[in-house]
């Protein structure tokens, strides 16, 4: 009996550092739990920069991509003073939405801090009309990344 091959899917990751500043801990001298959705965005962004797809390159297409979901669950805290990696997974789907997942490591002890995902959904810009299919510089960017 033959098997059929499995064919091995593209995953597109970006890892990116940031310094945990005075302005993210709380009375307790950890960082505040809605820091962590920034932090997200922290390596959504760098995530952009690398692979052309960051807000900026959207926006030229005449589209916006809110956040229409979020989830973060909280393992281990960060400090001041911590270098927390981000590593931003882009999820990789057929509906017209962009999924990403993320975990959040600290540097000194390369202690698992947080996971999470987000997804975005594509707006046009002018009218806030929702994309009901994968605009086509979203295809042209998968046919790009994804093979």
Same mark, same amino acid.
């Given at each position: 009996?033959?098997e059929?091959? !499995?064919?091995?899917? !593209?995953?597109l /990751? =970006?890892?990116?550092?940031?310094? /945990?500043?005075?302005?993210?801990?709380?009375?307790?001298?950890?960082?505040? =739990?809605? =820091?962590?959705?920034?932090?997200?965005?922290?390596?959504?962004?760098?995530?952009?920069?690398?692979?052309?797809?960051?807000?900026?390159?959207?926006?030229?297409?005449?589209?916006?991509?809110?956040?229409?979901?979020?989830? /973060?669950?909280?393992?281990?805290?960060?400090?001041?003073?911590?270098t927390?990696?981000?590593?931003?997974?882009?999820?990789?789907?057929?509906?017209?939405?962009?999924?990403?997942?993320?975990?959040?490591?600290n540097?000194?002890?390369?202690?698992?801090?947080?996971?999470g995902?987000?997804?975005? /959904?594509?707006?046009?810009?002018?009218?806030?009309?929702?994309?009901?299919?994968?605009?086509?510089?979203?295809?042209?960017?998968?046919?790009?990344?994804?093979?």
């Amino acid at each position: 009996m033959t098997e059929i091959p !499995k064919t091995k899917k !593209k995953t597109l /990751v =970006h890892t990116t550092e940031i310094k /945990v500043k005075f302005s993210d801990v709380d009375a307790l001298s950890i960082v505040w =739990h809605g =820091h962590y959705l920034r932090y997200f965005e922290d390596g959504r962004e760098a995530f952009g920069d690398e692979y052309g797809i960051a807000y900026l390159d959207v926006f030229a297409n005449g589209l916006v991509t809110p956040i229409v979901k979020s989830n /973060v669950n909280y393992k281990s805290p960060l400090e001041y003073g911590d270098t927390a990696i981000i590593e931003t997974t882009f999820v990789n789907n057929p509906a017209a939405k962009i999924v990403f997942d993320f975990k959040i490591f600290n540097k000194k002890n390369k202690a698992l801090v947080a996971t999470g995902s987000t997804t975005q /959904v594509f707006l046009d810009a002018q009218t806030k009309e929702l994309f009901w299919t994968n605009p086509p510089f979203f295809v042209e960017w998968k046919n790009k990344w994804m093979k």
